[in-house]
């Protein structure tokens, strides 16, 4: 019950992820932003679509939905609570949902926020969580449909994962979140060194996902409300953790 894992950039800066079993032969893409990068990587390897894992509506998630569909026999599993607006969905979950990719088991978490009914998948056995626009690496998504304290609950579920955990996510944001994380947090040691490896990856064309929860515990402001030097920064001692969460993400919204 080996997982491989293709994960590749496509459209401006999506990432695209592709989980293959190899024993059963089942292959899933990890929502589908673009048709071309996809069908490519699935040739390329010799593997065949079986299912389509969506986190959320947004366009740059289930674009090439219908078109991968049209390709085979794929089955697309999505929240419930968007259903409508996943084109060609077969199969929806919730929150607490538990079921099978090809023999490993996927907890669905409900990550609401960046939209009101997105999903992670995490799969306990191999240690890996797909979080597509909720946690990014030193990041986390914009609060489109839901309100800063509904966001800081679903990232404290992520948070709540295994620190080994492997975090995979929608988007290539990591240089951009960098440089905003150092502003809200500029005496944190681990940050500044990330930060430097960064700059360097990208400058190599290098993806800096996937990332784990770990490393988004030490360096990611979004995850780090209760931390005291980060509190202090931001005169915000005695506030709540939500509080202190929301007034990062507003600052990011405006840097
Ligand atoms: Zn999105
Ligand atoms: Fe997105």
């Known amino acids: 019950m080996t997982l ?13 992820v592709l989980i293959h079993d190899t024993e059963s032969g089942q292959t899933a893409s990890i929502d ?14 010799g593997w065949t679509l079986s299912h389509i894992l969506t986190t959320h509506w947004h366009g740059d998630h289930v674009e090439a939905n219908e078109a991968l569909k049209a390709r085979g026999n794929v ?9 409508e607006k996943i084109p060609g ?24 926020g960046h939209t009101l009914g997105e999903v992670s998948y995490y ?25 800063a304290a509904m966001m800081w609950k679903s990232l404290s579920r992520l948070m709540d994962l295994p620190p080994e955990t492997i975090v995979y996510c929608g988007h290539e944001y990591t240089l951009a979140n960098a440089r905003f994380a150092l502003t809200v947090d500029p005496d944190n040691a681990a940050l500044a060194g990330r930060a430097k490896q960064i700059e360097a990856m990208r400058q190599r064309g290098e993806a800096t996902l996937p990332t784990t929860i770990a490393l988004e515990l030490a360096t990611n402001p979004f995850l780090r409300a209760a931390d ?12 709540s953790d939500a509080d202190v969460f929301a007034e990062i993400r507003r600052r990011k919204d405006n840097f």
Do not use: W, Y
């Not at 799969?123 to 309100?147: K, Q, S, Y």
């Open 75 to 83: 089955e697309i599993v999505g929240p419930a609570a968007e259903a």
């Open 32 to 45: 589908a932003p673009q048709e071309k990068p996809i069908a490519d990587t699935l040739s390329k390897r």
């Open 123 to 147: 799969l306990p056995d191999d240690g890996l969580v797909f979080a597509g626009d909720t946690l990014f690496a030193i990041g986390c998504g914009r609060i489109f449909e839901g309100d």
């Open 228 to 239: 005291p030097s980060l509190r202090a920064r931001l005169q915000m001692k005695t506030a």
């Open 89 to 112: 969905i077969d199969r929806t979950v919730k929150g607490g949902d538990r079921f099978k990719f090809a023999g490993h088991t996927v907890d669905v978490i409900a990550t609401p």
């Open 4 to 16: 491989e894992i293709e994960q590749f950039a496509c459209r401006d800066d999506n990432f695209c």
